[in-house]
């Protein structure tokens, strides 16, 4: 069956750390993939794509790497800082559409 | 940039009554929405595929005739949840594809309906 598996416990860091949160999945061929920013009570706010054909992209403190061989998926933040503090969502599609299928999420917490 | 309005935020109902939410592109057209639920730390289970014009495209499992969802411009889409039960009570989420692009876009999000079915 289809899987997008991000690491369900929270993940606590120091302030000023880098935070790696990670993004496997079983059974799709995506096109590209997507990674989201959800606050508590709020709807998810786009941050980065990375294309099947990239094995990197970068924004601001913001690094995404995608490995279709290994079908992984791993969100970097540098330089942390306690506003990072949210849940990050994968996301990918398997087709021509915008239909995207969502990881569970992982929820960072940047300690001052 | 583009912005997807999400109305109301929240609304607490009884059980038996019909509840709309009003999912708007403020900025742009928006031929395709899509409507997703989210049960507390969980992720975003894609509901339906909103489009306008022609009927929506509901995902396996979800109830055409509970949840109807009407597309009937390039800005609005709305989300009835009809005669709603306790289990009904979630976080209800629209979103809409960036207007540059159709393939490979991002998604912009409204902020969320939460609704508590009493």
């Known amino acids: 069956s289809q899987k997008i598996e991000q690491n369900s416990e929270a993940l606590n860091i120091q302030e000023g750390k880098t935070a790696t949160l990670t993004c496997n999945y079983t059974n799709y061929s995506p096109a590209y993939l997507q990674w989201y920013r959800q606050d508590p009570g709020r709807g998810p706010v786009f941050l980065l794509l990375i294309r099947e054909n990239e094995k990197e992209k970068r924004k601001e403190r913001l690094k995404v790497t995608f490995d279709t061989t290994l079908k992984q998926s791993l969100f970097h933040i540098t330089a942390s800082q306690p506003a990072d503090s949210a849940t990050y969502l994968c996301a990918l599609n398997n087709n021509a559409g915008n239909m995207l299928t969502f990881g569970g999420g992982t929820r960072l917490m940047v300690k001052p | 940039g583009a912005v997807v309005s999400q109305h109301p935020s929240w609304v607490i109902c009884k059980s038996g009554t019909s509840v709309k939410i009003e999912c708007r592109s403020l900025d742009f057209q928006a031929t395709t929405m899509f409507w997703y639920r989210q049960f507390p730390k969980q992720s975003l289970m894609l509901m339906a595929t909103?489009?306008?014009?022609?009927?929506?495209?509901?995902e396996q499992g979800v109830e055409k005739d509970k949840f109807l969802i009407n597309h009937a411009s390039l800005t609005l889409s709305t989300l009835t949840v009809t005669s709603a039960h306790p289990e009904d009570s979630s976080f209800y989420i629209c979103s809409a594809p960036d207007r540059a692009k159709t393939y490979n876009s991002p998604l912009h999000f409204g902020n969320g309906t939460r609704l508590t079915v009493t």
């Open positions: 909103s489009n306008e014009g022609s009927k929506a495209t509901y």
